[in-house]
């Protein structure tokens, strides 16, 4: 209950007057730490020997791994994983899921790719986060090898995953056929519809210079057009030279609220002359 109002004074008074601590009370003090942005105070109880067990091992690593990103503790995050594989936990899905994130958000693809391999039964979610990580590190032919891997696998996709792909294929220079070739996989899957992946097929085309499909997905969104949807045809137009169209679409864009990127303002000013 304290730990929960953010009292962790007081919750840590009552932890130390504890006897016995059991596996709920070291979890309930390291997460409340960390959900107060302590992450530092979180770590110190971590690191306590009385503070893991076989039974606690989600649980707390959740937490854990939390607080090593806020304090940049990658080699804890490290060790933590050391003990999972040590305790013969490392197939398993939801820790697997847990230390992929970790190694992403710290820029370590072996690491991450490791535990990938590692773990059984991947899910949607794992696969996702994998091509995901790829995508934001630019390592687009491999976010590509992982989708036609996760085809093959018959794992199923979700927006997120053809998001992701739609987004990789446009910066592939293949002149848009592998994009092509995801976006029918979308339309036979029923996913063309949704924001995200609408968006991400503006990107695609437009970064592959497929204009006029670009904008036909642009027209397709209508009113759901978000930010990210109005930058992703600006880009197309502004890469192939389309100054008049990059105006007209700015003046859109504030009618609609919208305001562009800071980078793109300063593309277009230069591409137009100032």
């Excluded at 707390?60 to 305790?87: D, N, P, R, Y």
């Excluded at 504030?254 to 305001?259: D, E, Q």
Aim: aromatic share 10%.
């Amino acid at each position: 209950m304290y730990a929960s109002c953010d009292c962790l004074d007081d919750a840590l008074n009552l932890f130390n007057k504890m006897p016995i601590r059991n596996t709920i009370s070291w979890v309930t003090m390291i997460a409340g730490y960390v959900h107060k942005d302590e992450p530092r105070e979180a770590l110190k109880l971590f690191k306590m020997p009385q503070s893991i067990s076989l039974e606690s091992t989600g649980l707390i690593v959740v937490s854990v791994l939390k607080a090593c990103f806020q304090t940049g503790e990658f080699g804890l995050g490290k060790q933590v994983h050391g003990w999972v594989l040590k305790v013969g936990l490392g197939k398993d899905l939801f820790l697997g899921s847990l230390f992929v994130g970790f190694y992403m958000k710290f820029r370590c693809l072996e690491g991450a790719r490791f535990v990938f391999e590692q773990v059984c039964h991947r899910d949607t979610v794992l696969w996702t986060a994998m091509i995901a990580g790829y995508y934001r590190e630019g390592k687009f032919v491999e976010v590509v090898d992982l989708f036609k891997d996760m085809g093959r696998k018959g794992v199923k996709k979700n927006n997120f995953t053809m998001s992701s792909v739609l987004r990789a294929c446009g910066r592939i220079e293949d002149n848009g056929q592998l994009g092509r070739q995801v976006h029918a996989g979308a339309i036979k899957l029923g996913m063309e519809m949704d924001i995200y992946v609408k968006s991400s097929l503006v990107d695609m085309y437009g970064r592959c210079g497929l204009l006029h499909d670009a904008r036909r997905v642009f027209e397709i969104v209508g009113d759901q057009r978000n930010d990210v949807c109005w930058n992703a045809m600006l880009t197309g137009y502004l890469q192939k030279g389309f100054y008049g169209e990059v105006i007209k679409l700015m003046y859109q864009m504030k009618a609609a609220g919208l305001k562009p990127q800071e980078t793109m303002l300063k593309k277009a000013r230069l591409a137009c002359g100032g």
